[in-house]
């Protein structure tokens, strides 16, 4: 079954439509019968005297023409995969707003920081949140703690029993 606004769903209910046309139906009928307002009706009915069931087909609304060829786009997939510091920035974060100045930089072509979020997308990329790790971090002394530190400085085992009620103490709200 497709979708009631689909444009084949529509196709199909005026295609079934111009049955009813050539067996007479008023346009009364047939709107209410399609669930439909007269006045498509009436436009469907007139462009099937015209043209035929064929002039009831759906007609493709291809959109505006792109800013980007596929050769550039290719291109921004290749600096993006390349990264922000080789592109001139100073961390390794790609932020919309650093695509809009990547693209305007490298192909003189404006984008809205909006519409470079849904270009990203359909380009295969999707957002992520950076994991934030310190420079100074050092990996094996993290680990030693997990697995030493850790466990002597947890305040209880993870079976253990849950504190009685009349241990806890209520919330207390204030107003400021």
Known sequence: MRPKGSAAGLEDRRRRAAACFQAGESVRTVA????VDRSSVKRWRRAWREGGED???????????????DE????LVELIVQGPREAGFPTDLWTCARVVELIRDRFGVEYHAGHVARLLREL???????????REQDP?????WRREDWPRIKKKPADAAPASSSSMKQASCSSR
């Open 32 to 35: 209410e019968r399609f669930g």
């Open 55 to 69: 002039a009831l087909a759906a007609k493709p609304h291809p959109g505006g023409k792109r800013k980007l060829s």
């Open 72 to 75: 550039q786009r290719d291109e």
């Open 124 to 134: 295969g990329f999707t957002p992520q949140k950076p994991r934030t790790v310190a």
């Open 140 to 144: 094996e002394a993290v680990e030693r």
